[in-house]
């Protein structure tokens, strides 16, 4: 993808949890990121809009007003919206097809030559690698636990090997949590009740850290291992 040397671009940074902003993904490492990229490649960035926000389900970008903003200014100044990571647009395919019928060209900073058709292939690609996460990790845990085995082992041996089993199993289960924060931390904004949230989060077809479906219990098991408790 050629970009012209007085090309004028709109950046848009977002951030959905506090969280995020201290793990690198930060509205300030964003902005930095695009506005490296723009120096490299001659852009002039004439205007920044941003989000702090989940922004996900059917009335997604309604609750983006920053990338609303963005995408009527990328229109006026007839120039693309530049982002420093896909997921910084969305991490649902649905969402990305959505933004390439508005008209406005988009750039990542990190797939430069990426078109819209490619953008979405990755989009899916993401998205179905995060659908995949519980599945590889019950999968790598029960081959592990069934590798230790008990056969000829003291009681002493076992009470180790469950209790490195437990670990494992709850390490996993963290990290199955802190990938949904995000949504979590959304769905029980404004003090909402264990079971709207759990409402909310079904409804946007965001599956629990099982794989199924939410309930206040799970919930509350998946908030409390993230402090939100």
């Given amino acids: 993808m050629e970009i012209k040397t007085t090309q004028r671009a709109i950046g848009y940074t977002r951030v959905s949890t506090a969280e995020q902003g201290r793990s690198g993904l930060g509205l ?3 902005r930095k990121a695009i506005e490296d990229f723009a120096n490299l490649e001659g852009i002039s960035i004439t205007g920044w809009h941003q989000d702090v926000q989940t922004g996900k389900g059917s009335d997604a970008l309604a609750q983006r007003p920053g990338l609303c903003a963005a995408l009527r200014s990328a229109k006026s ?15 649902n395919s649905h969402f990305i097809t959505g933004m390439m019928e508005q008209r406005v060209r988009f750039i990542v900073t990190t797939l430069p030559k990426a078109d819209a058709f490619t953008l979405q ?19 790598a845990l029960a081959r592990s636990t069934k590798k230790l085995g008990m056969a000829g082992k003291t009681g002493e ?13 709850d390490k996993a289960a963290m990290a199955r949590a802190d990938a949904l924060r995000p949504q979590i931390e959304f769905a029980l904004k404004d003090g909402a009740s264990l079971r709207m949230a759990s409402n909310l989060l079904n409804e946007r077809g965001i599956a629990s850290p099982g794989g199924g479906r939410w309930h206040a219990p799970s919930l509350l098991k998946a908030a409390r291992r993230l402090g939100l408790r």
Wanted: glycine letters at 4%; zero cysteines; hydrophobic letters at 45%.
């Fill in 121 to 139: 292939i990755y989009a899916a690609l993401a998205e179905k690698e995060g659908s995949q996460i519980s599945e590889r990790t019950k999968a």
């Fill in 28 to 30: 300030d490492a964003q």
């Fill in 157 to 169: 041996q076992q009470r180790s090997i469950r209790a490195l089993a437990m670990l494992a199993k």
């Fill in 77 to 91: 100044v007839k120039g693309p919206v530049i982002v420093a990571k896909l997921d910084r647009l969305a991490r």
